[in-house]
């Protein structure tokens, strides 16, 4: 492998429970120093881009808000590029700046959006708020997933993620929805447009052996596994094969040569 930039996930490679892990600002810094380029493909629905950069902040690494791509920030130009429509935002109320310029409907309207938005919700994505949706879907309007991933791993364990709840409106709905996160290809190839390198030179360093590696693969990335975050071992048992596992983002500067 010749590898000369990285696509780098954020929950479960360079935090968790939203603590640094072990080696992740020492990659970070290290890259910095060696001006190699990366950026930050992240599905996380629960923080806008600027919360995640104040994070890394306090972790003692200091990037620009333009080095992280998350499905809000992806959906948001998708949806400009459509003419600013309407929307029903079913979603974590810390990303609504993230649509700061965008209409959106009242929570308790069942109709009246063009696109229905959907993404995590912690412990507030309640039967409620997916009626809502559902009425609004019922209603005419269009679906957008903010990724598609299963799970992810939060500080209390594995939880289900916006994928989950996307195809269960569209069971519901009969609706297929357009997704702006992972493992949508458009998603990964925004990050090698951004870094401006062949895909072969860039290698995707993520938790999630389906929507990081897999996905990351059919794209032409290189796929590293990393066995933090949601890793288990069974995942190597997978039809996925890596292209590398490693411990942890720590092991990710061995790469380069």
């Known amino acids: 492998m010749t590898i000369r930039a990285f696509l780098l996930d954020f929950d479960g490679v360079i935090a968790t429970a939203g603590r640094p892990i072990p080696g992740a600002i020492a990659t970070l810094q290290a890259l910095q120093r060696d001006a190699v380029p990366f950026r930050i493909l992240t599905n996380t629905t629960l923080h806008p881009r600027g919360a995640l950069t104040e994070a890394l902040a306090r972790f003692g690494v200091e990037v620009s808000p333009d080095q992280f791509i998350t499905p809000a920030s992806a959906a948001r130009q998708l949806l400009l590029s459509s003419g600013r429509p309407r929307l029903a935002l079913v979603a974590a109320p810390a990303i609504v700046s993230e649509f700061a310029d965008l209409e959106l409907v009242p929570d308790d309207a069942d109709e009246g959006a063009d696109y229905v938005v959907v993404g995590d919700m912690g412990d507030d994505l309640t039967p409620r708020a997916l009626n809502r949706a559902f009425r609004q879907l019922h209603s005419g309007a269009g679906l957008i997933g903010l990724g598609l991933s299963r799970y992810w791993?939060?500080?209390?364990?594995?939880?289900?993620?916006?994928?989950?709840?996307?195809?269960?409106?569209?069971?519901?709905?009969g609706k297929s929805a357009t997704i702006v996160g992972k493992p949508s290809p458009t998603f990964f190839q925004t990050g090698i447009e951004q870094l401006g390198l062949d895909p072969a030179e860039i290698a995707m360093v993520g938790d999630d052996v389906v929507s990081d590696i897999g996905a990351g693969q059919l794209v032409g990335l290189v796929g590293v596994l990393v066995r933090t975050?949601?890793?288990?071992?069974?995942?190597?048992?997978?039809?996925?094969?890596?292209?590398?596992?490693?411990?942890?983002?720590?092991?990710?500067?061995?790469?380069l040569g």
Request: hydrophobic share 50%; glycine share 8%.
């Open 229 to 255: 975050g949601k890793f288990r071992p069974g995942d190597l048992q997978r039809s996925v094969v890596p292209d590398a596992v490693v411990d942890s983002i720590a092991d990710i500067p061995a790469l």
């Open 153 to 173: 791993q939060a500080p209390d364990g594995l939880r289900l993620d916006a994928g989950a709840f996307v195809k269960a409106l569209e069971f519901a709905s």
